[in-house]
């Protein structure tokens, strides 16, 4: 019988994740499987190529970061391998930005895990803090700023980089919903979805918009994670309309859902 390692299960975990997020429907702004959301360029089988393509990315990252401390020298070793993975999924999609942050957080949780050789999400977001904070001295304090940078800028929030040097304080909330959940289901999952639309500063949706129309998408899908049946209820109706209105994509918050995912189905 082949042993399959702990770095391999991590890496297949990681893409198994970005897939069923990809596929995960309905996410208003998003790409599921049967809607392209607030895109006209990307669609499900860009998304599933593009998550294929990255296992080699992950697989490298748990394999350096396997009982290694968390560290300066871990940090830059981790921030290499993610950028040659950028270039890979850029390879892969002509392009295309599917999945950048989504290798950021899973990359910093598959790194911290693989390092601790924990399943205790507890000790993960501790040690995912103490990573993300670590400079890179070899990220280009030049290169041209980002969408998410500018938006940082201009209204003073918080972006990627901040969500795991906190510790990912949204993606604990999101997961303490499954985790009391009595049934898991769409709706459950739906719930969670709506928990990080309500509570993330989404940069993707400033870019296309502004911050006023960030805060009425966080009200609106604050009142639909309220309903008992959040599917069914005009909130969502009303979320997906302001959606539509604005065509707005909260792509952070679809990272932070895969991350979600990944944590709730551990398997080392």
Known sequence: MIRVSSAEKLATQAVNALKWEARFS????????????????????????????????????AVVSEHAPISRDLREQIGAIGRKGEQKMFETTHGINTHKGAIWA??????????????????????????AQIPDRFVNAHAKPTYGSKAKQQYHVNG???????????????????????????????KVLCTLYANVDDTNVIHRSNLKVLR????????????????NSLAFRDLQKTVDHYQISPGGCADLFAATYFLHNFDL
Do not use: C
Not at 106 to 112: D, F
Not at 166 to 189: C, H, M, Y
Not at 216 to 231: C, G, I, P, V
């Open 26 to 61: 309905p996410k208003p702004g998003l790409v599921t499987k049967i809607s392209n959301g607030s895109h006209t360029d990307m669609n499900i089988d860009l998304f599933l190529r593009s998550a294929d393509s990255l296992y080699e990315t992950f697989l490298q990252i």
């Open 216 to 231: 009425q998408f966080q009200n609106e899908a604050r009142s639909a994670y309220e309903e008992s049946d959040t599917l």
């Open 160 to 190: 990627a980089r901040e969500e795991a040097a906190d510790g990912f304080p949204n993606v604990e909330k999101a997961l303490n919903i499954i985790r009391t959940s009595k049934q898991i289901d769409q709706d459950q999952w739906l």
């Open 106 to 131: 899973l990359g910093v949780l598959v790194s911290v895990t693989s390092s601790a050789n924990t399943t205790n999400t507890t000790d993960i977001f501790e040690k995912a803090g103490q990573l």
